[in-house]
Every structure is written in C-alpha cells, then in structure tokens.
C-alpha cells in the first residue's frame, strides 16, 4: 500500500498499456493517477481501461485517480494540391478560409476565429513549429505572409498562433461529448487543454458541476498573463511543454516551468510536469542522462507529480518507464539538498486557524521526528494544506470520501485510506495510531502528529492537532 516516495507518478494508458495485467504491473512499479488521452481510442476503450483501473483499486485496497485529459480545439490547415506544399523562405504566400486545396500561392486555413486574432507582425506556426509564416497583412478572411522558416508542408498539419489571445473556448462539440462520457464514468480529474484565460476554467466548472475536479493544462503563452488567477481557479495545474515548447522559444520553457510550480506551490495547488520526460524510452530500455535529469529537475523544484505520456501509452517498455521514473524521484528524496531546497522555497501559511495548524503539524513532526502526519479530512483540503507544507515525513489521509481519496493521488507526499469519520478525540486517536501501523507507515514507540476538524465532519474546518504516541 505504502510509496517510499513522496512525488507522484501519472501514466497514460494506451495500445501499449491497456490490459489488466500490464495496468497492474504499472500500479506496482510506481503508477499513482492513470491518464486517458481523449485526442486518441473510442469511448468503449476508455470505459474499458476505467473498468480496470476500478477493479484494481478494490484489488490493491488503495485510492488510485483517474485523469481524463480533453483533446481541446485543434487548430490545422487544410488539404494541399498533390498532398503537399514546398515553402521556400522569402516567398509571399496567401492564407484564407477558401477550402479548396492550396497551391504555390495560398494555403486553407478553415478557422474564421484566426483572422480575428492576428494582425500585422502575427507569426503562424506550423507542423509543430517547423515551419513558421509572419503576417505581412490581415483581413476579414485573409492573411498575406512571408514565409521566415521553410519547409515542406502537408496536409492538415496542425497550427499554432504564439502569443495572440484567440476567440475560442477549450471544449469543442467533441469535448462536450467526451466530457459527459468521462463524467458518466466517474473520473476524478478532468484535464482541460489550451486554457488561456480565467473564463474558459468558469465555463468548465459550470458543466462539470462538482462531478470532478479539474487540471488545467497550460500550454498557451497567453495564459500566463493570468497565471495566478487560472491557478486559483483550477483545481490541479499541467505544466504541458509540449505545446508550450512550439509556440515559445525553447530556451524560455525551463524558466516558465518553474515560475508556474512556484505559483502553485503557493495557493497550494497540485503540479503536474508533463511531455518529453523519458521520450528516449519510448524505443530504448533505458532514458538519456539529460531526460533522468530533467525529472529530477522537477522533483527538486518541488513539483507534485510527473508524467509519462507515449512512453506508456505506446511505447516498447512501458512497464521500465514508470520504474525508472519511480528510481529517479527515490534518489532525489534521498538527496539532503533536495529538501534544503524545499527548505528555502517554503510558503508562509496564510493567517488562517487551517493553515496555522498544518504548518505547526509540520514543525512539530520534524522537532519530534514523528512518523507521519495524519490527516483527517472530507473534502480533501486539509491534505492539500499539509502537502502544500512540504513535511519531511509522510502524509497520511484518512477519510471516508473515496473521491476526495483518489483526487489527492496527486498530491505531493498525500497517501490516502478510506475508513469511517471519526465521531470523538479518543477514536480519532485511536484509529490513526491503528491505521498507521497497519499501513506501515509506523511501528510502536513511535508519535503521530494528527490534524483534525471540530465538529468531525465539516469540510475545511482543521482547528486541532494532537500529538499521538503508538503502544
């Protein structure tokens, strides 16, 4: 039941990763949160691997979360003459919403929205930044480019517009549906893609509707202009570099990677790292030295969890990913410089009774060298208070909320346990200590320090912490 670790871990299921036994080797080696990557499979294979990941948690008797993560709009042009296009740099070409195949002087570009958004100086890039057009002059339905990086362009290749807000939400008609899906399946976090601004999280929330929580994908520039307003109002954040690697120069992403952790670290919002981390594992056994230090570059910036995409969904060693991944996040928490780093970065608490007693909780199990911090909560909130804490020693949960339990899967050093509120101090002591035992998260002679809510029950309202001695 235990992870020796404190980081979490997200695979993603795939034609590489969907039976039962191949999900369980992958729980085992280190999974906590699998994701279903709706840009990919029909809703009978996702309902399927749902199924699975159900079955082993009842199997394992451990909370395990599941992540859906939407496809989000789609931005392509459309078809070439002849199925392709040689863009030579220098040349002047036409963009337009004419659907016919495009030729030496124009290319389709089938999204009315676009030519609301760019202006003179605009880049569009495309084929995932390999080529790149800079607008000379902008119409209703109509662009004049030069072509600046050259290439040969295909069919329906996808576009990027860098730095323009553009006039689109992040639920397309195929979201919506898959979105109801997901709902209707029970998932516990809902990944939105492409959010650039406040409003698209307000307008996901009201169809959501409390069914799931949601973990917005920052993959746009334009949404970090809001950052601290699209964290406050996510539930979860994705650090997706992929998109945000095309459509920024790559030298900025490392930067931008840690500015967006420490945003959430702040409001005390889970981190996902994502895309590229072990993409040599995708084909090889084994990860370059450069992909094992950029994980571990994430786990010392303090990050909640990090994630592998095609390297389990439709990689050759799905399986060797997920336990490299594990050994790399071990060695960085075993490092004394790694929680001297959490050390410095450490978040003031909020002049809040909550917050006051979880970063005491803190202070008193590192003074006292307590097993663990055990959390009651219903909610979930207290535990995100605690993690966003960063105690030496582990987290445990205890609720009676199994979707409270697989949404803190997430969560930085958080292990969850269902079990029964509590009703008075002494059960409450008196479970925690016989859990944590049972959980191997103590032994005998050994303290506990314990946060709880009066009156036991009520979301948000941490108020106690008791020191606990196991006998």
Not at 72 to 84: C, D, F, H
Not at 227 to 250: F, K, N, T, W, Y
Not at 260 to 285: D, F, N, Y
């Amino acid at each position: 039941m235990r992870r020796l670790r404190q980081a979490k871990i997200v695979a993603t299921l795939g034609p590489a990763s969907e039976t039962p036994e191949i999900i369980r080797s992958l729980f085992e080696a280190g999974a906590d949160v699998f994701r279903l990557n709706f840009s990919h499979g029909s809703h009978a294979d996702h309902a399927r691997r749902v199924a699975t990941i159900r079955a082993l948690e009842r199997a394992v008797g451990r909370p395990i979360g599941i992540l859906t993560d939407l496809q989000g709009p789609k931005l392509r042009v459309g078809s070439m003459e002849g199925g392709a296009l040689n863009l030579v740099r220098g040349a002047t070409i036409r963009v337009d919403l004419d659907k016919t195949p495009g030729n030496a002087n124009r290319i389709p570009l089938p999204h009315p929205e676009i030519f609301r958004a760019i202006s003179e100086g605009t880049d569009l890039l495309l084929d995932d930044g390999k080529l790149r057009l800079r607008v000379t002059e902008a119409g209703a339905d109509f662009a004049i480019t030069e072509v600046i990086t050259g290439g040969t362009l295909t069919n329906n290749k996808g576009l990027n517009v860098p730095n323009a807000m553009l006039p689109i939400s992040p639920l397309t008609p195929k979201d919506r549906k898959d979105l109801d899906f997901a709902l209707d399946q029970g998932v516990d976090y809902i990944g939105l893609s492409f959010v650039q601004r406040p409003a698209d999280i307000a307008e996901a929330r009201r169809l959501i509707a409390g069914r799931a929580a949601i973990m917005s994908k920052l993959e746009k520039p334009a949404a970090i202009e809001h950052l601290d307003e699209i964290v406050s109002q996510s539930d979860a954040v994705m650090v997706a570099r992929g998109d945000l690697g095309v459509e920024l120069p790559p030298e900025d992403v490392p930067s931008l990677q840690k500015q967006i952790i420490r945003e959430c670290r702040e409001q005390g919002k889970p981190v996902v790292v994502a895309t590229q981390m072990l993409e040599s594992m995708i084909s090889a056994p084994a990860p370059t030295r450069a992909e094992a230090s950029d994980v571990a570059t994430a786990i010392y910036d303090g990050a909640d969890a990090v994630m592998l995409s095609a390297e389990t969904a439709s990689g050759q060693y799905p399986l060797e990913a997920v336990a490299m991944m594990n050994r790399i996040i071990l060695r960085v928490e075993r490092d004394p410089i790694f929680w001297a780093q959490l050390e410095t970065t450490h978040q003031d608490p909020e002049a809040t009774a909550p917050d006051a007693i979880t970063a005491a909780a803190r202070q008193v199990a590192h003074t006292i060298s307590a097993a663990a911090i055990v959390t009651y909560t219903t909610s979930g909130s207290t535990a995100l208070r605690a993690a966003r804490e960063r105690p030496d020693v582990p987290i445990l949960c205890l609720t009676e909320k199994p979707a409270a339990a697989r949404r803190l899967a997430v969560a930085w050093g958080v292990q969850c346990v269902l079990t029964e509120d509590v009703q008075d101090f002494s059960d409450m002591v008196v479970k925690a200590c016989a859990i944590a035992v049972q959980y191997d998260f103590a032994r005998t002679t050994k303290s506990l320090v314990i946060t709880a809510g009066v009156p036991f029950g009520t979301p948000g309202a941490t108020n106690i912490l008791r020191i606990a001695w196991i006998s």
